[in-house]
C-alpha cells in the first residue's frame, strides 16, 4: 500500500487536502483510487461554486464504480484541474501529485485541523481492513 504523506490532511471518504498558500488542494488517497480501479472519467465542479464539508462536489467514475467525491472542509472552488478531463487515470497514478482534483479557498480554514493526520488515517484503514 502506498505511503500517506504526512503533510497531508485525511476524511473518512478517502480525500485528502493540503494548505497551499491561503488555499487548500482536495483529491482523493491512494487508498480511494486503489479501490476504485482505473480511473476512467471525472466529474469537476466549476471555479466560483461553493462546497460544503461532507457534502459532494464531483464524481469519479472508474471500470469497477461510480464514486462521488465529497468535500473535505467548506469553501469556493479556485481551481479544478482540467487536465483529469484528457488525463483521468492521473488519479491513479499520481493521486497526491498531479492528480489532485480541486483547489479551495476555505469559507473556515480551521476546519482543516478536525480532518485525521496520516497515523489516523492510516488507523482507519487498519481497522476497516480488518
Do not use: C
Not at 40 to 58: I, Q, W
Amino acid at each position: 500500500m502506498a505511503e500517506n504523506p504526512k503533510n497531508l490532511r485525511y476524511t473518512k471518504d478517502h480525500e485528502w487536502a493540503r494548505r497551499d498558500g491561503g488555499g487548500v488542494v482536495v483529491g482523493v488517497t491512494a487508498h480511494a483510487q486503489e479501490a476504485l480501479g482505473d480511473v476512467v472519467y471525472v466529474e469537476l465542479p466549476k471555479v466560483g461554486d461553493a462546497v460544503t464539508a461532507g457534502s459532494p462536489f464531483g464524481v469519479v467514475e472508474s471500470t469497477k464504480a461510480v464514486s462521488e467525491l465529497f468535500a473535505p472542509i467548506s469553501g469556493k472552488v479556485t481551481k479544478v484541474n482540467t487536465a483529469l478531463a484528457d488525463e483521468p487515470s492521473t488519479i491513479n497514478t499520481d493521486p497526491y501529485g498531479a492528480g489532485w482534483i480541486i483547489e479551495l479557498a476555505p469559507s473556515d480554514p480551521s476546519q482543516l485541523d478536525g480532518l485525521m493526520d496520516a497515523d489516523g488515517y492510516n488507523e482507519l484503514l487498519a481497522k476497516t481492513a480488518t
